[in-house]
């Protein structure tokens, strides 16, 4: 199975800040990546998926970039609304799997 | 509006079976990928499998440590997905969750199913 690491695993910033995720997979996935914002309580919500389009509603501070083993997730300016678990997520080869996720906190 | 909603979780005992369902609505269910993903309390997500449309046939994938033991299937007259889960073990505990494939990515998501396994 295609094995995804995320980095780092928790990321304490303030609110204003630029941050970039990393997501990078044991083999080559082209662009079947996806990214997810989970919030305590409440289910996945998907912001990028083929690696780079952002999904519907998404705000353009999100931009997901990469492509082949090595992606990234920036966040442009950090909202508040925007502290969360962030997931990637192959779905180049069954089974789809997940990284461990980076949990973005407040500093 | 799409909607998604898990039932049938709830307490049970080790090595007993539960079966969960995924009612959906909102779109034309057969044509559409189903998948189920877990969370364990305070951890990440894990796909656990899912069940294709009625353009593939159907058929089923698995996350391998649960090949075997966990069974999905899909009734598209009722528009309904299922997940049986067998031999139940403590560390099945959490929440599952249904979603809608979207070409491989899950745009659409339950609220989830808590299941909890333990004596």
């Known amino acids: 199975e295609i094995v995804m690491t995320q980095s780092p695993a928790t990321l304490s910033v303030s609110p204003g800040d630029r941050v970039t995720l990393s997501c990078r997979a044991s083999?080559?996935?082209?662009?079947?990546l996806a990214w997810y914002q989970q919030k305590p309580g409440q289910p996945p919500r998907l912001l990028v998926h083929g690696a780079s389009a952002r999904a519907t509603g998404v705000p353009a501070t999100f931009v997901g970039s990469g492509s082949g083993t090595d992606f990234t997730l920036t966040i442009s300016s950090l909202q508040s609304a925007d502290f969360a678990v962030y997931y990637c997520q192959q779905y180049h080869d069954w089974p789809l799997t997940f990284g461990g996720g980076t949990n973005v906190e407040i500093k | 509006d799409v909607q998604l909603v898990e039932s049938g979780g709830g307490l049970v005992k080790p090595g007993r079976s539960l079966r969960l369902s995924c009612t959906a609505s909102?779109?034309?269910?057969?044509?559409?990928?189903i998948y189920w993903i877990r969370q364990a309390p305070g951890k990440g997500l894990e796909w656990v499998g899912l069940v294709r449309s009625k353009t593939y046939g159907g058929t089923t994938h698995y996350a391998a440590p649960l090949r075997g033991r966990f069974t999905i299937s899909r009734d598209n007259s009722r528009n309904i997905a299922y997940l049986e889960m067998n031999s139940l073990k403590t560390e099945d505990t959490g929440i599952y969750y249904c979603?809608?494939?979207?070409?491989?990515?899950?745009?659409?998501w339950g609220l989830g199913t808590l299941v909890t396994v333990s004596s």
């Open positions: 979603s809608r494939g979207d070409m491989g990515a899950s745009y659409f």
């Open positions: 083999q080559s996935i082209t662009n079947n």
């Open positions: 909102g779109f034309t269910f057969d044509n559409y990928d």
